[in-house]
């Protein structure tokens, strides 16, 4: 054999070899700021188990619960700079890039669960639209999916309340969204803007008197410690999403693409169950923590809502989707 064909077959030999060498391992960090028992962490472990098994542990994913890599706002930012993966968390953390996402800061928005269910199913008009809004405002992420969290509640170390005059001139913490100081402030609270790792040392130090959260958020933050009194508003589904950034979705193959989104849109099916399980199940024990839990008049809360919903949609030009919410 010469040595130009040992050349040549030394040659295909390696390209044999690169073609045969498996995809290198890749790794997704997902941040989240709360703990468990939480629905968001149910989904961030469904999403791991589901791809993981899909790729053979080709791609692992790795949990960072309880704020470890940053409140919201700063895993978003270092999710768009790419120091960072994934984040399951509510929407309200990306409507600073995406302002239509606080049209779910409109109390009373969703009538059941069956509604809110149709709304974050991966094929609804609601889903297609933010996924188009999020794409649209080039920030850097791509929406996976939208899950839930539960019911949110109002939880004060004030005093109960049972109606809305109860919240007049109350320190209330609300997330970054205008609307949903607008909301509160409807209802008489002065608002104030804290991260959700910031609400027990500002409920401690008088920062704060009152916010409102998810049952199992403020369940599993201790969130009772420091906010005694709970109220049974039930203002909100909670809306949550599953994001990546996008650089780093577009890296993998078309393959891995739709292995991570059906991986993500399941998830989001698990984060809104738990989070309906876990209202149900922590409730009953708030009693034993010493929390007093309080029925309001649910329809004075509601009709002070109600109007802004119109003026809100007007407003930002959402008329479309809120009527595409309200026909859902």
């Known amino acids: 054999m010469t040595k130009r064909s040992i050349s040549t077959l030394a040659v295909l030999g390696a390209v044999t070899m690169m073609g045969a060498t498996p995809a290198l391992a890749e790794t997704l960090r ?39 890599i940053g409140n919201d706002q700063t895993m978003v930012d270092e999710i768009r700079i790419g120091t960072t993966d994934m984040i399951i968390g509510g929407v309200m953390n990306v409507s600073p890039y995406v302002p239509d996402f606080e049209i779910f800061s409109l109390n009373y928005l969703f009538e059941d669960m069956d509604m809110f269910r149709a709304a974050t199913a991966p094929d609804s008009p609601v889903f297609e639209y933010f996924d188009n809004a999020v794409t649209e405002a080039d920030v850097g992420l791509k929406l996976l999916s939208l899950t839930g969290g539960g019911t949110r509640n109002l939880s004060t170390n004030v005093g109960p ?130 929390v007093t839990v309080t029925e309001v008049d649910k329809q004075a809360f509601i009709d002070r809502a109600l109007p802004l919903h119109d003026e809100f949609a007007e407003e930002r030009g959402l008329t479309e989707l809120l009527e595409t919410i309200r026909d859902l």
């Open 30 to 68: 997902i941040g989240t700021v709360v703990s468990a028992p939480h629905p968001w962490i149910d989904a961030a472990e469904a999403f791991k188990a589901e791809i993981e098994e899909a790729t053979d542990n080709r791609i692992t994913v790795q949990i960072f619960p309880g704020g470890q």
């Open 161 to 290: 309340v049972t109606e809305p005059s109860d919240l007049e001139g109350v320190k209330m913490r609300v997330t970054g969204s205008r609307l949903d100081a607008d909301m509160w402030q409807a209802y008489g609270a002065l608002t104030t803007s804290l991260p959700w790792t910031e609400i027990y040392t500002g409920m401690q130090t008088g920062v704060v008197g009152a916010f409102e959260s998810t049952i199992s958020g403020y369940f599993s933050s201790r969130l009772y410690e420091v906010a005694p009194y709970h109220a049974k508003t039930e203002h909100q589904i909670m809306m949550s999403h599953i994001s990546i950034g996008e650089n780093r979705f577009n890296r993998f193959s078309e393959e891995d693409q739709a292995l991570i989104m059906e991986a993500a849109q399941h998830a989001g099916e698990v984060g809104t169950d738990k989070g309906e399980e876990y209202d149900a199940e922590f409730i009953d024990q708030f009693e034993d923590l010493g």
